[in-house]
């Protein structure tokens, strides 16, 4: 089964009542998708830079390197790449804060990012930069409010003020933000993104109390929990209303048992992990959106 499923991977993903899903990967760098031939997917909905960059919080030129390779690997498809989101489950050590109690609930991602300035415009820097070479997303992880956003916005461009200044080639990439807070989740509304990306590990532990890597506790992380498909299709509903993108990043994407609710709540657009990507668009082959919702 797998194999045939290989064998239909570079098909575009179509419900069984015709609906196009647009199916992304989520990469950690380039090696990822050495692999995989990008005409199998709709482009990069997530690249963790976690790892990525580690070594080159303050070197530019490595990391407009490294998202360069991304982009020129995409030819021409979209490439979403995310700042920071260390702390948390990725800590990087000699940034993010030790001895945190609770670093799930701490000074993770772009709360981490915002309260290190020099080393966030590097990053910005050399997302600018790499914009030039093809459609590059810049995506925020961790989002909790709207200032964060328009924050980042100002930084973001203070930096192509001084690019243009320095005759430096560069271009302005879109702007989103991962909802993956649930208080950001039910106030969609006020975040002022270009698009939307759902983080259903994050979204999911933090709506069910449950940490994403606690073994004891894992049936109750369920995406599934109709208080979490509630917020997705919140979430969905204003993309839909305002003509902007929502995508689904997390793990959920993958999982075939996942899938027909994620579409039902109104996902059209996912983002896996490469080895992932044919199993996650047999199931949504297997979805007839058109037909009753058994499961409801
Ligand atoms: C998520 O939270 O669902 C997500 C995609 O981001 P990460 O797993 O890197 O926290
Ligand atoms: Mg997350």
Redesign the pocket.
């Known amino acids: 089964l797998r194999d045939q499923a290989e064998a239909r991977k570079s098909q575009p993903a179509l419900t069984k009542d015709g609906t196009r899903i647009a199916v992304m990967v ?1 990469v950690a760098g380039l090696a990822d998708v050495a692999a995989l031939p990008p005409e199998a997917c709709d482009g990069i909905g ?1 690249t ?1 830079t ?1 790892f990525l960059v580690e070594q080159s919080l303050r070197d530019e030129t490595a990391q407009f390197g490294a998202y360069a390779g991304l982009l020129r690997w995409a030819a021409g498809r979209p490439v979403t790449i ?1 700042t920071l ?1 260390a702390g ?3 800590p990087i050590a000699g940034y993010t804060l030790a001895g945190e109690a609770n670093p799930f609930l701490g000074l993770r991602g772009i709360r981490l990012s915002l309260r290190h300035p020099e080393i966030f415009r590097v990053q910005l820097r050399a997302l600018a930069r790499a914009a030039a070479i093809g459609p590059l997303k810049i995506m925020l ?2 989002v909790t409010t709207a200032h964060e956003l328009e924050q980042t916005r100002a930084l973001l461009d203070a930096v192509l003020v001084d690019l243009a200044a320095e005759g430096m080639p560069h271009a302005m990439p879109a702007l989103g933000i ?1 909802v ?1 807070v649930p208080a950001a989740a039910m106030a969609v509304a006020r975040f002022d993104a270009a698009f939307y ?9 933090y709506a069910t109390a449950a940490a ?1 890597d606690g073994l004891e506790v894992a049936s109750y992380a369920d995406v599934l929990h109709p208080g979490v498909l509630a917020m997705i299709a919140h979430v969905a509903r204003h993309g839909a209303k305002t003509g902007r993108e929502v995508s ?5 994407g993958g999982e075939p048992r996942a899938i027909a609710a994620l579409l039902r709540a109104g996902i059209r657009t996912v ?1 896996v992990s490469p080895g992932l990507l044919a199993l996650a668009k047999d199931a949504i082959r297997g979805v007839d959106l058109s037909a009753p919702d058994e499961a409801a």
Do not use: V, W, Y
């Not at 689904?248 to 959920?252: I, K, S, T």
């Open positions: 989520n997530l963790r976690e995310r989101d948390g489950d990725k992880p961790m991962m993956e990306s759902i983080g259903s590990n994050d979204l999911t532990q994403r689904l990043c997390g793990d959920a983002s």
